[in-house]
């Protein structure tokens, strides 16, 4: 069962355009969100995250926003650059019982390539 | 300070062959998480250890798969007998308790690419 879904293997986008990448939820205990960002041959980093208190989340060229009610969230990137080509991992973490939960579940990862 | 460090980054063996990752953690963290990444699934959670104790082994795919962390520096993950189907690129991980944060924030290390012919 697959909590976390990300429809869209693959992105293609032009160097300066926005990028959109989106992500499905299915749990309603989740209550925390984070995108990760993997190159070839390296593990996944930390991008931007965004609690469920909130709709918009935004850094420098990034900006998640978040519909609780569609249980959908999204990362835009603009203006995408090439080296934003890489791919993308949603991930959603649950609180339980009041306190902090360390597991983090992720989607399958969308392949966001930049043309210059 | 080094990150979470795997070892080792590729391995190749034969199917019906023991198969041993290693991971040394971020010092100071008290999660350790292993990952598969696969293209159909994405990065699964295998199971994950707080303060050394298994919390969550759920999606340990069979009994052929194990992990241990007998101490804060070190976890290994052991496929026993390996399969094709297990090649895939293994991640370790860890975090430490938010202390206030919502969440952890997870540092992963390089991978171990496994490929079991």
């Known amino acids: 069962d697959q909590q976390v879904k990300q429809n869209s293997p693959s992105l293609s986008v032009q160097e300066g355009r926005i990028s959109i990448l989106n992500c499905d939820y299915t749990?309603?205990?989740?209550?925390?969100f984070l995108w990760y960002k993997k190159y070839p041959a390296e593990g996944p980093t930390f991008l931007i995250s965004?609690?469920?208190?909130?709709d918009k989340n935004e850094d420098g060229r990034f900006t998640v926003f978040l519909n609780k009610s569609a249980k959908h969230l999204s990362l835009h990137i603009v203006p995408s650059q090439p080296g934003d080509s890489a791919v993308y991992f949603c991930?959603?973490?649950?609180?339980?019982?009041?306190?902090?939960?360390?597991?983090?579940?992720f989607g399958q990862g969308t392949i966001l390539t930049v043309h210059p | 300070d080094a990150g979470v460090i795997q070892s080792p980054r590729h391995e190749v063996t034969e199917m019906g062959q023991e198969v041993t990752l290693r991971c040394k953690p971020i010092?100071?963290?008290?999660?350790l998480f292993w990952y598969r990444q696969t293209m159909m699934r994405g990065l699964e959670l295998l199971i994950y250890?707080?303060?050394?104790?298994?919390?969550?082994d759920s999606g340990m795919p069979e009994d052929r798969f194990s992990a241990k962390m007998p101490n804060a520096s070190f976890s290994t993950l052991k496929i026993q007998p390996s399969e094709p189907r297990d090649s895939a690129v293994y991640f370790c991980?860890?975090?430490?308790?938010?202390?206030?944060?919502?969440?952890?924030?997870?540092?992963f290390g390089e991978g171990s690419w496994l490929t079991v012919v």
């Open positions: 991980a860890s975090s430490a308790y938010p202390q206030g944060r919502a969440v952890n924030t997870i540092y």
């Open positions: 749990n309603s205990m989740f209550d925390y």
């Open positions: 965004i609690s469920s208190i909130k």
């Open positions: 991930a959603a973490s649950a609180k339980l019982g009041g306190t902090s939960y360390g597991k983090l579940t």
């Open positions: 010092s100071g963290h008290d999660y």
């Open positions: 250890f707080n303060n050394n104790v298994p919390i969550d």
